[in-house]
């Protein structure tokens, strides 16, 4: 194989960096987005709104130009500005001018009208704070506790995969206390001001989780109620973790997984040759493919670069070999040795690509509450469905609900012709099961068209956390 010079070496680690962002193989280079920070011409509006007839809207920042509105019915618009001051809504995540048009007063005022109602922000009891994660690292936080002065249920909010700051990003912060449960929110290591380096290693990540906990518990003082642990995605496998580590009264995941991450890159090459219309005998000669790469990345190329040549060689020339992506397959087998080389620390995050959660998940006492999305398409749902199913049914405090026709994120969405999606705001009822499961710890009445497939302890009457 040629080698190239150094110079050419970067430029070419840049081009190959720059096609994979552009293409659904690879969202981003992990962590990259920790800079992220709000639209300061509009993070005046920035808040909870509490409409005439008792009801409210939610304004949140984008790291783009804009905001979001969202209501607990899961409906969402993105806001932007027009050049004659008046704001514009689209649907979701669509460019449709469509649904509720609500319109914000000039910085200071803080107020909405929202489909004909008007609305003034409400203040909220808020407590930033300092403290310390694993390895003593500096975590900045932040508790906001409902009104009043009683004892409150608490979320723990735990970061997924991306790196964003939670302080300015995270969704339940301002809707939750409002709707009488407390929320803890801290910003990642490695953003919003945290000390430490981007990691996905979940040892740290649940050391730090651990430790926001105590820290809530402290904060709160004699408010706290039930204290608990909730996050979407990758907090699937780093809330169980922590709530192994440290006493919790309630775990909630949505839109994660009970299976090791390198299962998770092997079901989504799967899940996208199936799509693509190819059988049980492509899925396990992919399967080769998928082993050989995992076994590369999680030994961080320690095992060196054979494994891939072998099998691009033996089915490099194969009709379906084009159709293998998954998260970070498609992009080495379509690589050269030496581009890779290139491109491999910028992905060196610290992952912990072989963690299996069963036996935590077997060993934790801690009740839990899982969300699926039924269609995700990062996080394939079926294995895990599966095992936590199992699980709950051999007694574990597990009660597995899922949303049908939902991708990650828990989105509702629409499918282009090409395929792609484009989200259309949550399911009505997923905000308000996760609200009531931290408040009461049961899942009562219905929740939109959510489906619940396991109860705790096998309990009829209503999916409880056992207590």
């Not at 926001?212 to 109620?225: D, N």
């Not at 839109?255 to 998770?264: E, I, M, V």
């Amino acid at each position: 194989m040629s080698q190239l010079r150094p110079s050419a070496l970067i430029l070419t680690a840049f081009s190959l960096t720059a096609s994979l962002l552009a293409s659904s193989a690879l969202a981003q280079v992990p962590g990259d987005d920790v800079n992220l920070r709000p639209d300061p011409a509009v993070a005046c509006h920035v808040g909870l709104y509490r409409l005439a007839d008792g009801g409210w809207v939610d304004v949140a920042p984008l790291p783009e130009a804009g905001l979001r509105w969202r209501r607990l019915d899961g409906s969402s618009g993105r806001m932007t500005q027009s050049a004659e001051g008046l704001w514009v809504s689209t649907l979701g995540g669509t460019r449709r001018v469509e649904g509720p048009q609500p319109q914000l007063g000039a910085c200071g005022e803080d107020r909405i009208v929202f489909e004909g109602r008007a609305g003034r922000r409400i203040s909220q009891q808020v407590q930033d704070v300092v403290f310390t994660g694993h390895g003593g690292t500096r975590l900045t936080g932040r508790l906001i506790l409902p009104p009043g002065s009683g004892r409150a249920p608490i979320m723990v909010e735990v970061h997924g995969s991306e790196g964003a700051n939670a302080l300015d990003f995270n969704v339940f912060q301002r809707f939750a206390p409002a709707s009488g449960v407390g929320v803890f929110v801290y910003a990642k290591r490695g953003s919003g001001g945290s000390e430490g380096r981007y990691t996905q290693d979940f040892d740290i990540l649940a050391d730090d989780a651990a430790a926001a906990v105590t820290e809530a518990r402290r904060l709160a003082g004699r408010r706290a109620g039930q204290v608990g642990l909730h996050g979407g995605s990758q907090a699937g496998w780093v809330t169980p973790l922590a709530a192994s580590r440290t006493p919790v009264d309630f775990v909630i995941v949505d839109y994660g997984l009970a299976y090791s991450p390198l299962t998770q890159e092997s079901d989504l090459v799967a899940q996208g040759l199936k799509a693509k219309g190819w059988g049980p005998d492509v899925l396990a000669q992919a399967r080769d493919i998928t082993d050989a790469m995992g076994a590369f990345v999680a030994s961080n190329s320690a095992v060196g670069y054979e494994g891939l040549d072998a099998v691009r060689a033996r089915y490099g020339a194969a009709p379906w070999f084009a159709d293998v992506k998954g998260g970070f397959t498609g992009m080495l087998l379509n690589a050269t040795n030496d581009q890779i080389r290139a491109i491999l620390p910028q992905y060196d995050v610290g992952t912990s690509w072989t963690y299996d959660p069963l036996p935590v998940l077997s060993g934790l006492n801690t009740p839990m509450l899982w969300i699926l999305a039924g269609e995700d398409t990062k996080a394939p749902p079926e294995a895990t469905r599966q095992r936590l199913i199992d699980l709950s049914a051999q007694g574990r405090p597990i009660t597995v609900m899922q949303y049908p026709g939902t991708d990650h994120g828990l989105t509702r969405f629409e499918t282009a012709p090409d395929g792609a999606r484009t989200s259309l705001g949550n399911p009505p009822g997923y905000f308000q099961a996760v609200l009531d499961w931290a408040k009461t710890g049961r899942l009562t009445g219905g929740y939109g068209d959510g489906q619940v497939l396991a109860c705790a302890r096998m309990q009829r009457a209503g999916c409880s956390r056992g207590r």
